[in-house]
């Protein structure tokens, strides 16, 4: 188990929850803008949110942000460790850098500016900024470069005694990325991991590489903190890494709604029965499971681990909760009786 930290009053590692990030997708110069942005996904969800500060001039930006979000803010710096300071002075709890192309100079005044203020830094090697230097000495591994860059930049930060470190190292490889963070795992057990699959594209295609990587390493035991990183709204990066958590078995954030693909034994049209299911779910607890069925074969049998559950039948539906059928009704009924049945109301 790795050591915890806190950013605020956020756990990360140390037996805490996998926590769920994001990134702000407006720049910092639009104030108000990201300031709403912010308050969208703490509805989603999400714990904690990195911010680009390219210059140290949108500082004061930064500063009114963090005065107008009660979400984390981490702010994300590369190239220059003197805007990294100016993010610490603007309020930061946390700052990300990037070993490929942050200079190991000058980083002494942005680690004792980190100490004195109880800041956590983030060394976050991304597979797009490796240097020379680094693809050099891995003789061309890019996972094993990604690893030797972050392991620059922890050893120059543990040196200096200064241990409220993250790790990270993400590539838009899924092979490159579990094999950095698993190389990054073994040599630095006690340091927790932020995860991801960086630049994994929009839609179907960057939801599946995103959750491909980051489910092998969670099931690894690898990784304390994580983001899905889509050409998207940043609030879809929170709901799919909630998601796969939920598929993980290690985090319950809403409803687990279980459905089948349908074959041709099915009774009824599905797709219909989720849509008129789906409007009804919000007000179940967090983690309960609802399934949707086609035919008996599915349900309830083998939705019997359901909470709550509706088949298809020849003649409608029927109702069932922990595989023990309830009632069964006309397709046309059925808008009438299922607010009751999820709202936990006796039927008639």
Same mark, same amino acid.
């Given at each position: 188990?790795?050591?915890?930290?806190?950013?605020?009053?956020?756990?990360?590692?140390?037996?805490?929850?996998?926590?769920?990030?994001?990134?702000?997708?407006?720049?910092?110069?639009?104030?108000?803008?990201?300031?709403?942005?912010?308050?969208?996904?703490?509805?989603?969800?999400? @714990?904690?949110? %990195?911010? $680009?500060?390219?210059?140290?001039?949108?500082? &004061?930006?930064? /500063?009114? =942000?963090?005065? +107008?979000?009660?979400?984390?803010?981490?702010?994300?710096?590369?190239?220059?460790?003197?805007?990294?300071?100016?993010?610490?002075?603007?309020?930061?709890?946390?700052?990300?850098?990037?070993?490929?192309?942050?200079?190991?100079?000058?980083?002494?005044?942005?680690?004792?500016?980190?100490?004195?203020?109880?800041?956590?830094?983030?060394?976050?090697?991304?597979?797009?900024?490796?240097?020379?230097?680094?693809?050099?000495?891995? @003789?061309?591994? %890019?996972? $094993?470069?990604?690893?030797?860059?972050?392991? &620059?930049?922890? /050893?120059? =930060?543990?040196? +200096?005694?200064?241990?409220?470190?993250?790790?990270?190292?993400?590539?838009?490889?899924?092979?490159?990325?579990?094999?950095?963070?698993?190389?990054?795992?073994?040599?630095?057990?006690?340091?927790?991991?932020?995860?991801?699959?960086?630049?994994?594209?929009?839609?179907?295609?960057?939801?599946?590489?995103?959750?491909?990587?980051?489910?092998?390493?969670?099931?690894?035991?690898?990784?304390?903190?994580?983001?899905?990183?889509?050409?998207?709204?940043?609030?879809?990066?929170?709901?799919?890494?909630?998601?796969?958590?939920? /598929?993980?078995?290690?985090?319950?954030?809403?409803?687990?709604?279980?459905?089948?693909?349908?074959?041709?034994?099915?009774?009824?049209?599905?797709?219909?029965?989720?849509?008129?299911?789906?409007?009804?779910?919000?007000?179940?607890?967090?983690?309960?499971?609802?399934?949707?069925?086609?035919?008996?074969?599915?349900?309830?049998?083998?939705?019997?681990?359901?909470?709550?559950?509706?088949?298809?039948?020849?003649?409608?539906?029927?109702?069932?909760?922990?595989?023990?059928?309830?009632?069964?009704?006309?397709?046309?009924?059925?808008?009438?009786?299922?607010?009751?049945?999820?709202?936990?109301?006796?039927?008639?």
């Amino acid at each position: 188990m790795t050591r915890q930290i806190k950013i605020g009053k956020l756990s990360i590692g140390g037996g805490a929850p996998v926590r769920v990030e994001s990134m702000l997708k407006i720049a910092l110069s639009q104030k108000e803008e990201c300031a709403a942005q912010c308050e969208r996904l703490l509805r989603e969800g999400c @714990e904690l949110a %990195r911010v $680009a500060l390219p210059s140290a001039d949108l500082a &004061e930006s930064l /500063a009114w =942000l963090n005065g +107008h979000t009660s979400l984390p803010l981490m702010a994300d710096v590369h190239f220059d460790p003197e805007i990294a300071v100016a993010a610490m002075k603007a309020g930061c709890a946390s700052i990300r850098i990037n070993p490929g192309n942050m200079p190991l100079r000058g980083l002494g005044e942005m680690i004792r500016t980190a100490k004195d203020r109880g800041v956590v830094i983030r060394v976050g090697a991304n597979g797009g900024s490796l240097s020379a230097r680094q693809l050099a000495a891995a @003789e061309g591994d %890019r996972a $094993a470069a990604l690893f030797l860059a972050v392991k &620059e930049q922890a /050893a120059l =930060l543990l040196e +200096h005694d200064f241990h409220d470190v993250i790790l990270s190292a993400k590539s838009s490889s899924v092979g490159d990325t579990v094999r950095a963070n698993t190389f990054i795992a073994r040599a630095y057990p006690d340091l927790p991991l932020h995860i991801g699959v960086t630049e994994a594209g929009p839609g179907d295609g960057g939801v599946v590489k995103s959750a491909v990587g980051i489910a092998s390493l969670l099931e690894q035991g690898i990784g304390d903190t994580l983001r899905v990183s889509l050409t998207d709204e940043p609030q879809r990066e929170v709901r799919v890494g909630y998601e796969i958590l939920k /598929a993980l078995r290690l985090r319950a954030r809403g409803v687990d709604l279980v459905s089948c693909p349908t074959c041709g034994r099915r009774r009824t049209d599905v797709r219909k029965l989720v849509s008129l299911v789906e409007p009804m779910l919000s007000n179940l607890p967090d983690g309960t499971t609802v399934a949707v069925m086609g035919c008996e074969v599915n349900g309830p049998k083998e939705a019997k681990g359901a909470h709550l559950g509706i088949a298809g039948t020849p003649v409608g539906a029927v109702l069932f909760k922990k595989g023990a059928v309830v009632g069964e009704y006309a397709f046309e009924e059925l808008p009438k009786i299922l607010p009751a049945f999820f709202n936990g109301n006796e039927i008639e």
